[in-house]
């Protein structure tokens, strides 16, 4: 059996479950710290916090939860997963902690309401920093569990290094030739994991290769070519012999579409409410600056390849004939660089605190754009590669993945393939998360042009 296994597996189950602990204590404290204030000023009744009440649901939610926990450990590594199975994990937990209540009569409903808001906001906030830890105390790959990597390409190899939260060391073992071939590797290895990139042998040996991995103490993980669909929107239909992977997009889906157009709704209005002070301070320093016009207006593709208008704060000097229009660079999604003698020095602050983007605001409330899409594209830079007609089956966002990847710095093939991914994998979590990315990515001037 393999040396780390248990290290791997036990230890990062025993945090977990720990750190789920730590979020139930903590929303529970919070949430009677919540009614007591409600209580001196609305006159709300609250209990004392060690009734037996409150101890029987802090019992509940711990036991809930650790169940829950252990079940979410092979998600640790999963990014939005990790968080989205937080929410489920919260909800699924209080769910049974009424239910009790219920059953024994017990009077819980302010402190679960409560807790129904605080205790996913401190499951989420305790594991993206359990995560942040692994990821730290992962760094010295040399410390970890081998993964070998069968037939695996070099793209996946680097990913995989790369990724501190993986939790393994991988070994690329390109040229193994059957199931019999793996299984000794595995034991020579001392392998805890093996990750296959390619079909070896048909469906029954492949099962013998799992069965057998499992009495050596080894994981075995497949490379999936469907690796950027959502795994929400992977269905299995069984045949006779095979189950066929039946896919589709999320953000394609007309609900999906009456969901996300009505979150612009709702949280539009008050994001250009927040930020108006901001919007017409920039207006008065590029009118202060000499500039006659302090909106820039350009050609943008939108949803369905429509072009339409999108509206920027001007950040460019409007002599020598370029009339502040941005410039078109193939190599780099940046308009004109940061440098450049065309971008006044009112424009660089705006850029750098992404003033200059907040008309958009009102574009998103008007139905143009969206809160978090594509990149909105010059029409020069479309063709009718599919992977660019793709990324137009939604509106162009004010954010996305382009935004917190990168900005300015972002190579044009490669934000296409997060525009792509974006498409595909939506959901309406994403956008919450890629949103409040986008407030770390702002603050920190990453990418800003």
């Given at each position: ?352 605190w992404s003033i200059d983007e907040l008309p958009q605001l009102f574009q998103v409330i008007s139905g143009t754009m969206s809160l978090v899409g594509p990149r909105p594209r010059l ?59 986008t407030l770390k990515t702002v603050i920190t001037g990453r990418g800003a042009r």
């Amino acid at each position: 059996m393999p040396q780390n296994f248990f290290t791997l597996g036990q230890k990062s189950r025993f945090f977990l479950i720990l750190c789920d602990f730590a979020s139930v204590i903590c929303s529970l404290l919070l949430s009677y710290l919540i009614l007591s204030a409600l209580s001196t000023s609305v006159g709300l009744t609250v209990g004392n916090l060690f009734s037996k009440s409150e101890l029987i649901i802090a019992a509940i939610s711990l036991v809930a939860s650790a169940l829950k926990a252990g079940q979410s450990v092979s998600q640790l590594i999963a990014g939005l997963q990790l968080y989205s199975s937080a929410l489920r994990t919260s909800t699924q937990t209080l769910m049974v902690a009424a239910i009790v209540a219920y059953a024994l009569s017990i009077e819980a409903r302010p402190l679960l309401l409560t807790m129904l808001v605080v205790f996913p906001l401190t499951l989420i906030g305790g594991r993206w920093t359990l995560r942040q830890i692994l990821r730290w105390l992962n760094r010295h790959q040399e410390n970890l569990p081998v993964a070998l990597l069968i037939g695996a390409h070099s793209d996946l190899e680097l990913n995989l290094k790369r990724d501190g939260s993986i939790g393994y060391r991988p070994i690329s073992i390109p040229n193994a030739r059957d199931i019999a071939e793996v299984t000794k590797t595995i034991v020579s290895c001392g392998a805890s994991a093996v990750v296959l990139d390619r079909q070896l042998g048909n469906s029954r040996e492949f099962r013998d290769l799992v069965w057998q991995a499992e009495e050596l103490g080894c994981k075995v993980m497949v490379s999936s070519p469907i690796g950027l669909m959502a795994p929400n929107d992977i269905a299995v239909l069984p045949t006779a012999s095979h189950d066929l992977l039946v896919l589709s997009s999320a953000s394609l889906r007309l609900s999906s579409r009456f969901v996300k157009r009505t979150f612009d709704l709702l949280v539009a209005p008050l994001l250009a409410l927040v930020t108006a002070p901001f919007l017409v301070l920039g207006m008065a320093f590029i009118f202060l600056s000499g500039e006659r016009s302090v909106f820039y207006k350009g050609a943008r593709v939108g949803a369905k390849g429509r072009n339409f208008e999108m509206y920027k704060l001007r950040t460019m000097k409007t002599e020598s004939g370029h009339n502040g229009s941005f410039v078109a660079i193939s190599e780099s999604l940046t308009e004109p660089k940061a440098n450049s003698d065309l971008v006044t020095p009112v424009g660089k602050f705006l850029r750098r605190w992404s003033i200059d983007e907040l008309p958009q605001l009102f574009q998103v409330i008007s139905g143009t754009m969206s809160l978090v899409g594509p990149r909105p594209r010059l029409p020069g830079e479309h063709n009718d590669s599919l992977i660019l007609m793709r990324r137009l089956k939604v509106k162009p966002g004010l954010t996305g993945l382009w935004q917190i990847s990168g900005r300015g710095d972002m190579p044009l093939n490669e934000a296409a393939e997060l525009d792509v991914r974006y498409v595909d994998s939506w959901s309406m979590f994403s956008d919450v998360v890629i949103i409040l990315r986008t407030l770390k990515t702002v603050i920190t001037g990453r990418g800003a042009r």
